[in-house]
């Protein structure tokens, strides 16, 4: 499945030839960080590579840095964005186009500061959440990554237009945005709580898709993990009472993470290469832990469907779409079919008050995907050219009024703007 193109993974290795120094910030909590990175899988405790191993699974190394037909690590994968081209780089020790010549403390330097040797990073490059990461853990990314086999791929160069390649810029991004830590969109004070948010805010850097930025990119400090569109499919709302809202609870997270299937759904979109890449690999205590973090120590109660009033002519112009077009997997009342479709009902995108990522998914599609274990989905074909604006949106209606919980509310124009 192709990639979806977000503002993170678009800046996510570019440099600049500047320097910076570690910015001051008023979140410092770095007592309580790093007893939270001591935490650590006891596994791969006395084995540094095996942490190593773990911590770059954690961390989502290889979205970006290995291409879909490349050798692991080795960059080259292409990003398309409203800046220009840029493209993935080469973290193998390859001495040449790799970091074979860089030292432990230049890549600490690069997670904590964003600063590369000879370059500095962007700042929607993670390094605004990787700046948490223990020195600890660092050491052993750095100590897996140089266990790699090199691989002799050239970066490219990212193709920019004016004025983004005015990289000095990103001094004074980093003297006005660049924080110590990050706000928490849940609270708690348990060390299973504390243990998530490590591994959420600083490893998994769920901060970088699913809280909206500012004018200048900038996370907005004050809607924390309220969500964010950054690509084509938006990431939600995932604080405790946006997935309360939608119906999530901390076990069905946990199962969601460790397989990409809850009864809310499959992964799509940014997440299934998350799963797919990254969060099967954890433990079972730190998806525990990552659950714990998203809810809250007092996790708010999942909410219930409400039923929802609609103009019973749309709804029946919407089920006599659905019936064409989705029942055949989906079932005919929504119920699904094992390996082929999810359930419609409760789904976790039926849910969301906005339908952009439901609205898309029928213009598009989705790809067929392979879940940890046996399981996997069919390929959902696209109906942009198979069924009109109006005919989409009395669908979205549809399933929304239905099995969502929400209004049906979805206009042509609504449908026509995304396609």
Known sequence: MRRPITLRRTLLLLGTVLTLSA?????????????AAALGPQATAADPLARGRYLVKAADCAACHTAADGAPFAGGVKLASPFGTFYGTNITPDKDHGIGNWSADDLYKALHDGVAPGKQLYPAMPYTSYRRLSRADSDAIYAYLMAQKPAAVANHEPELSFPFTLRFGVRFWNWMFLEDALPDASTGQTAQWNRGRYLASALGHCTECHTPRGTFGQLDGAKPLTGAAL??????????????????????????????????????????????????????????????????????????????????????????????????????????????AVPMHGNSTLRQSDAHNLIVAMLDGIGAQDF????????????????????????ANYLRATWGGQPADVTADAVKALR
Request: net charge negative; aromatic share 6%; hydrophobic share 40%.
């Open 23 to 35: 910015c001051g910030g008023k979140h410092d909590d770095s007592a309580a960080l790093a007893a």
């Open 231 to 340: 690509g084509r499919i938006a990431a939600p709302d995932i604080t405790p009472h946006g997935l309360a809202a939608r119906g999530w609870t901390a076990a069905d997270l946990q199962t969601f993470f460790a397989t990409g299937i809850a009864p809310q759904g499959s992964a799509f979109g940014e997440m299934y290469p998350v799963v797919h890449l990254s969060s099967q690999y954890l433990t079972h205590e730190d998806l525990r832990a990552i659950s714990t973090y998203l809810l809250g120590d007092q996790a708010p109660a999942p909410q219930p469907l409400q039923p929802v009033s609609a103009d019973a002519a749309q709804l029946e112009a919407g089920r006599n779409v659905y019936l064409g077009v989705c029942a055949g997997c989906h079932g005919l009342n929504g119920e699904g079919k094992p390996h082929v």
């Open 372 to 395: 940890p274990g046996l399981e996997r989905m069919q390929e959902m074909p696209g109906f942009a050219t198979q069924l009109s604006d109006m005919e989409l949106a009395q669908l």
